[in-house]
């Protein structure tokens, strides 16, 4: 779902770059556009090169900042980065911060964007700290490109700290500090990180390692920015991070909840990206009296949740919990795949492509009629010669059961277009309806549709959902989140029913 709506209200990217006038004044961007028939202009967005030069030309054009983003580092999303800019012009407003701004910006990376914006947009005197050698060069040369040394200072971070080695006086203040840390703790996350429930990223994928990777990944960096703050508490009047995983927000949030520390928190929109910020103070500030940046709640509740049931002599777990519900999916031929563990927490995403659970009796029975029936007639009807085929295949009709629960009707023959044939065998393969695999598996026959609607259903799913498993104190959940699929919401509550009636 495209979240543009959802930006931050004062962002200039909320209406899509005029890419035309782009092409028109810029001669690299109109090297990396290409025009539709309609004279649409439009750009590759999984190809980094195309990226790095939208995101410069927007720079000039709408910043005026000359910014030269090096190849193998992170192109900074503008209209995300901005976002988080608003929402600290917001938060300083909110405490009537307005002159003489001053703030820091940890892990300023390569194009130090944040400063740049910030000094550019609205004055504000920066601090960027970096580790990477590299990239403090480039974003040094970035700042002197733009003649903005007089607002924003570079410092190289050689500790293993956040904040606190910045801090050599008591009395130095800043108003605000900002992160964008790495968000993950390896390589493997970075390509699992993203749930397969949801569309695949519009844009390409670029960073280095030390952009993108931190040991313990993001949740350690924020939490290691907590602990710093709590010695400067009145060294920055507010403290934010970006956090790029929902269920580290969840984390960063209990903690600062469990520390007793004022706390808000706000959702970053681009595209099909949600990023989060999380801002939080020691000073007598009442973040919850912050209006709210959109009028009414985004998601509806799509939450369906089971208490697991306790049996005598079974002690559960997390673990053990997960181990029974993956038996009892996989029972079902549903995919799952594991999201994300945490200690009290495992996440699971599902997609059905066929009606396992439902009548199963039912199914069971009328599954083994038409196997008899399919038996007798095979017993009957004569070998096909090659002239006859179309005819005697008429004929040699099959029920079976389609993902929604229906009888539909197939034609058996003997494989004559191997290319066909095998293709069906696939769309059969795809549509993973088991109950019937193994008589076809056996009887070397290809199968041929009539009723197209089961290809289709194959690839659509029957139904596609988050299962998070977790615990309130002794109190053990499923819950299930429904994302789509052609069965509903209903399907989702027919599998958790499944699932009550066999948990055992
Ligand atoms: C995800 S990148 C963000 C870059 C830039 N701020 C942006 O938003 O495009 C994170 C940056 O933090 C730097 N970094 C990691 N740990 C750091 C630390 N302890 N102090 C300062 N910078 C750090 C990395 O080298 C990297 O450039």
Redesign the pocket.
């Known amino acids: 779902m495209a979240m543009n709506k959802y930006m931050h209200p004062r962002n200039v990217y909320k209406d899509p770059p005029n890419f035309n006038k782009l092409a028109t004044t810029y001669p690299e961007f109109a090297g990396v556009s290409r025009m539709d028939v309609t004279g649409k202009i439009s750009i590759d967005f999984k190809d980094p090169h195309s990226l790095r030069i939208l995101t410069a030309c927007l720079l000039k054009s709408d910043f005026n900042l000359c910014v030269s983003i090096p190849e193998d580092r992170?192109v900074?999303t503008l209209p995300l980065?901005l976002n988080y800019i608003l929402w600290l012009e917001d938060l300083l407003d909110f405490i009537g911060r307005m002159d003489s701004i001053c703030g820091i910006?940890?892990?300023?990376?390569a194009?130090a964007?944040?400063p740049l914006l910030a000094a550019r947009k609205n004055e504000w005197h920066m601090i960027g700290?970096?580790?990477?050698d590299e990239?403090l060069k480039k974003a040094k040369e970035n700042v002197e490109n733009n003649k903005l040394q007089n607002l924003i200072s570079l410092s190289k971070?050689t500790t293993?700290?956040?904040l606190k080695y910045l801090f050599t006086e008591e009395k130095q203040q800043y108003d605000f500090c900002m992160c964008?840390?790495?968000?993950y703790v390896n390589i493997q996350e970075v390509w699992e990180s993203r749930s397969p429930a949801r569309p695949p990223p519009k844009n390409g994928f670029t960073?280095s390692p030390?952009?993108?990777i931190?040991e313990g990944g993001e949740l350690q960096?924020c939490r290691q920015m907590i602990e710093e703050s709590k010695k400067l508490k009145d060294n920055i009047l507010i403290f934010t991070t970006m956090v790029g995983h929902k269920y580290n927000l969840k984390e960063i949030v209990m903690d600062l909840k469990a520390e007793g520390i004022m706390h808000c928190t706000t959702e970053f929109c681009q595209g099909r990206v949600t990023r989060w910020g999380v801002a939080w103070t020691y000073q007598n500030y009442d973040f919850t009296k912050l209006a709210p940046l959109y009028d009414k709640t985004r998601k509806k509740n799509n939450l369906i949740t089971f208490e697991v049931p306790k049996i005598p002599d079974q002690k559960y777990t997390i673990d053990r919990i997960t181990e029974k519900l993956k038996l009892l999916l996989e029972g079902l031929k549903i995919e799952n795949k594991m999201i994300s563990k945490r200690r009290n927490e495992v996440c699971l995403d599902m997609i059905a492509f066929t009606n396992t659970w439902s009548n199963q009796r039912r199914k069971r029975r009328l599954m083994k009629r038409i196997d008899d029936e399919v038996k007798k007639a095979k017993l009957s009807v004569p070998e096909p010669s090659n002239n006859d085929s179309t005819e005697n295949n008429d004929k040699l009709k099959e029920s079976k059961i389609d993902t929604r629960g229906n009888v539909i009707e197939v034609l058996i023959a003997e494989p004559q277009n191997t290319e066909l044939s095998q293709s069906n065998q696939q769309s059969e393969r795809d549509s993973a309806d088991t109950s019937i695999s193994s008589s076809e598996q056996s009887s070397n026959k290809s199968v041929m549709q009539k009723d197209k609607s089961l290809h289709i259903c194959g690839h659509n799913p029957l139904s596609h959902a988050i299962i998070k498993v977790h615990c309130k104190g002794d109190i053990f959940l499923i819950s299930m989140e429904y994302l789509n699929g052609t069965a509903g919401k209903e399907g989702l509550h027919q599998i958790l029913q499944f699932i009550k009636n066999n948990w055992k």
């Open positions: 992170l900074p980065r910006d940890i892990g300023t990376g194009c964007i944040y700290t970096e580790t990477d990239s971070n293993k700290f956040t964008n840390p790495p968000f960073g030390q952009e993108l931190t960096f």
